[in-house]
């Protein structure tokens, strides 16, 4: 079934429905790369999606840290949609993969409560906060992540900081 919804999505790049749908099967399976590949392709096809590019973007920081590209788009999403919470705290761990955990914390910082408490932006949030030595803090939001849905290498950046936050 993936290689037909590959083929759909290689000759169809806008059908979105085939692309939904293979998204979900490789996110379920953990498949980050593969995931990457799925998102890389159809972000050139939508350029103005900024959902799209947000995931992009946070998968490729997963894949690898170091990617100047990934820290740039990051940046350029969260400018077109500064409010959004998940655009956000992609942009803060970009910041904290780059050393800068002060300026990622001062974004979640001027976040609601309520949004801080969604499983999937509680998981960064607690990733960071654990990162910069506030394992007190972090320990609420890292459980919250227990309610995200994670891909494998986000599940390893929640086992470390607790790992971190148990040392410290």
């Given amino acids: 079934m993936d290689e037909t919804l590959w083929t759909i999505v290689d000759n169809f790049p806008l059908e979105k429905g085939a692309f939904l749908l293979l998204y979900n099967r ?28 947000n995931n992009l973007a946070m998968v490729s920081l997963l894949l690898n840290p170091r990617e100047t590209k990934a820290y740039d788009l990051a940046r350029d999403v969260y400018t077109k949609d500064p409010q959004n919470p998940f655009i956000l705290s992609t942009y803060a761990y970009s910041l904290f993969l780059q050393h800068k955990a002060d300026e990622a914390l001062k974004l979640f910082d001027a976040l609601p409560a309520q ?9 960064y949030y607690g990733i960071i906060l654990a990162g910069s030595g506030q394992g007190p803090k972090a320990r609420p939001y890292l459980d919250l992540a227990d309610r995200a849905k994670l891909l494998p290498e986000e599940r390893n950046l929640v086992k470390k900081a607790r790992q971190g936050v148990r040392a410290g």
């Fill in 26 to 53: 490789l996110f379920a399976a953990g498949n980050t790369p593969a995931l990457h590949n799925l998102l890389l392709k159809t972000s050139d096809a939508v350029p103005s999606n900024t959902d799209l590019k």
């Fill in 115 to 123: 949004q801080l408490t969604n499983a999937a932006v509680a998981t």
